[in-house]
T-cell receptor, first 116, second 118 residues
């Protein structure tokens, strides 16, 4: 079965330093991949998505992610963290459930803390 | 503003109560979803509706009863819940037909209803 693994449950960075949130997936075909962000007491918001176009995907708020098929990874990065980036981040992959059916599989999430 | 609203934002109910959660999307989407988000667990898809028809029910207990009267509104009726049902319940919508292919349409989420069952 297809799956998604977020390698870190918690990442802590200082404001102004780079952010790296890691995501690995398993899929037997070409997946679509997403990163969502959830701020406290809010719903999930789409940051960016990969759907077999350019492997480097740029999203909102300065985030980007690179699809690496050979490494089955889709890590999320940002050059310089801002206090407002503190939130939980979810990596999501399409999951083939048979026939013509696909559904999203969510990772367990990575909590990003940004220190002043 | 995500275009998806949920009410109430917080709900406390006893195990014998009956209550309903409401979701409304103002985006003209065709598919709507209910998710359960519990602490320390991945997001769990509960139900999917496409053009008002239920297309997925992921083995959700019958004490949760969804209703989709039109493409813009989605309800989750609750009765005789258990304490382990306490969680954040998220509603989402998407433009495309749910489960239509690998280029799965992105979902727009509401802020959620924080449910506590006492």
């Amino acid at each position: 079965a297809q799956s998604v693994t977020q390698l870190d449950s918690h990442v802590s960075v200082s404001e102004g330093t780079p952010v790296l949130l890691r995501c690995n997936y398993s899929s037997s075909y070409s997946p679509s991949l997403f990163w969502y962000v959830q701020h406290p007491n809010k719903g999930l918001q789409l940051l960016l998505k990969y759907t077999s176009a350019a492997t480097l995907v740029k999203g909102i708020n300065g985030f980007e992610a690179e699809f690496k098929k050979s490494e089955t990874s889709f890590h999320l990065t940002k050059p310089s963290a801002h206090m407002s980036d503190a939130a939980e981040y979810f990596c999501v992959v399409t999951d083939y459930s048979g026939g013509s059916n696909y559904k999203l599989t969510f990772g367990k999430g990575t909590l990003l803390t940004v220190n002043p | 503003e995500t275009g998806v609203t949920q009410t109430p934002r917080h709900l406390v109910m006893g195990m014998t109560n009956k209550k309903s959660l409401k979701c409304e999307q103002h985006l003209g989407h065709n598919a709507m979803y209910w998710y359960k988000q519990s602490a320390k667990k991945p997001l769990e898809l509960m139900f999917v509706y496409n053009f008002k028809e239920q297309t997925e029910n992921n083995s959700v207990p019958s004490r949760f009863s969804p209703e989709c009267p039109n493409s813009s509104h989605l309800f989750l009726h609750l009765h005789t819940l258990q304490p382990e049902d306490s969680a954040l319940y998220l509603c989402a919508s998407s433009q495309g037909q749910a489960g239509s292919g690998p280029n799965y349409d992105e979902q727009y989420f509401g802020p959620g209803t924080r449910l506590t069952v006492t």
